[in-house]
Every structure is written in C-alpha cells, then in structure tokens.
C-alpha cells in the first residue's frame, strides 16, 4: 500500500465546487484496518529529516486554503467537511498539526449533551492531523493548546468523532481525557461518480446556494451519476473546556451518558456490537 504523500495532488471538482484530496487507490487503506490511518502514513513516510521537537511549539490560526492543503495531505478522509475556522501548530516555522473545527449540518449534534441552552456553546472537531514527521505527542500538544484557545473564544465543550472504518478508535481522544458518549447513528454518504465519498452535508449546502429544496438537489446529484452508500456508526467524544465552575454547571445539565473507552482488542468490526451488549 503506497502511503508516500507526495503522491497525492489536490483536484477540485467544478461540478459541485467540492475540493478533496485526489489519492493513489489504497491510499486509505483497508476498511476496519486494525492499525490507524495516520500511524500506517507515518510508518511509511520516508524520514530523511529527524522528528520535529515541540520546543518553540506555537499554535494559531491559518486560512482555510493552508489548512486544506495539510489535511488534503495527512488526513485520511482528505477534505475540509464543514470547517468554520483551523488551528495550525509551528515548530520552528513549519507546520505540523492542524485542528479544522466547525459545524454539522443540524444543530441535534451540539443540543445532545447538555440541552438546547448550550447549543451555540460547542463546537465541532471537524478534522484533524498531524504530519508524519512530527514529534509524536504532537497531537496531544495540540489538543491542550487548542483547549484554550476554543476557551478563549468563548466555547464550553468541543465534540469529536472516531471512524472504526479508518482505524480510529479515539486514541487521542483517550489520551486527553475527553469523554466518550457512545455512536452515532449510521450515515448515508454521498458517492461520486468516481468513487469518493462526499459528506452528505453538502446536499443542503448546495440546495440553500441554488435557491432549491433539499430533496431537488439530491436528484441533481442523482442526475448527475452519484450514489448513496452506507457509512458505519463512529465514536463520540467530547471535551469540556471553559472554567471551573463552567464545567460544574455544564454537568448539571448533562444529557448523556458517559462510558468506558473502547478497546481496540475487540476487532474494529465489533466495536458497536461489543458496546451495546456491555450495556445490556
């Protein structure tokens, strides 16, 4: 499986205006691959330069095409879903981590923890990488800065998602302490003619561009040759930020149910399977 980046060339489709990564075929791996997207990039990644330290680390934001291009590089789905704003992190002037945060399509995703009251209060982890050659707590790094900084903008939890289909189990979220709430319910992605997958998200996207319903821009895109194809349940994660006392009051109104971490042990396959039966 070549995994080798400087393969990979950014194509933007004129069709729908919707920029994604176009990769070699394999690049992204098996599906449930028992090893992680990004540790299987980073064990093929040819280092003819020692990993980056995390001394002088400094963390900020960067435009949304710098952003693109590093996640169309490093990240296994290799768009830029719905993101609002990107946090890149520099060692020594070079970029080796991005976080793209945003939004998703419905607001059911941010009133499901604590209620309705804190829905303009979260935010999304939309995507997120680091380059190989990075140091390897890089991640976490990142994590603890952005941390503030999303505290600083005045947001009180974050939400991330783990793809069992990429490997992912949420080790980095495991690492730093988010809390993991359970699955999200299968999505029906969007296929091109091509054979990307395309976030569904942008079916109402595109509708609220032209002027026309939702169901009218789905058969466009019908029309157009796409298909739909079922996608598996990811893990949900969420970080509390904010002060102390924020934090307090948020599990006041705490709406979920927090859970033991997943383990990788079960089979990516069996991930949801293994859960619901520990619930029962």
């Known amino acids: ?37 990004q540790k299987r990039l980073r064990d093929s990644y040819p280092l ?33 879903g719905t993101t609002k704003f990107s946090l890149g992190l520099f060692v020594d002037g070079e ?16 009133t499901e923890p604590f209620g309705d009251g804190y829905r303009n209060k979260g935010i999304v982890l939309v995507r997120g990488a680091c380059a190989p050659f990075a140091h390897p707590h890089t991640g976490s790094y990142l994590i603890g800065q952005a941390k503030k900084e999303l505290t600083k903008r005045g947001y009180l939890f ?4 783990s793809d069992p289909e990429a ?6 979220y495991q690492a730093t ?5 359970g699955f999200t ?11 990307k997958r395309v976030d569904p998200k942008i079916i109402h996207k595109y509708a609220k561009k032209h002027s026309i319903t939702s169901s009218e821009q789905k058969q466009r895109f019908i029309d157009d040759g796409y298909t739909f194809e ?26 979920i149910e927090f859970f033991p971490y997943m383990k990788r042990e079960v089979g990516m396959e069996n991930l949801y399977s293994k859960f619901v039966e520990a619930k029962s």
């Open 48 to 80: 003819n330069q020692p990993p980056a330290t995390l001394k002088n680390a400094r963390l900020m934001e960067i435009p949304f095409r710098k952003a693109q291009r590093f996640i169309h590089k490093y990240e296994w789905l290799g768009t830029m």
């Open 230 to 255: 079922k996608g598996s349940r990811k893990l949900k994660y969420i970080m509390m930020v904010g002060n102390k006392k924020q934090r307090k009051d948020m599990l006041r109104h705490k709406k």
């Open 95 to 110: 970029l080796v981590g991005v976080g793209c945060f945003g939004l998703t399509a419905g607001t059911g995703a941010l």
């Open 158 to 161: 974050c939400i991330a998602y």
């Open 1 to 37: 499986m070549d995994l080798f980046p400087e393969t990979i060339k950014i194509s933007l489709s004129k069709k729908t205006g919707y920029s994604m990564a176009n990769r070699p075929l394999g690049y992204r791996g098996e599906k449930f691959d028992d090893v992680c997207f």
């Open 185 to 195: 319910s299968p999505v029906n992605y969007l296929v091109r003619p091509d054979g």
């Open 167 to 172: 490997g992912e189990i949420g080790t980095i």
């Open 177 to 181: 302490n988010w809390k993991f709430y």
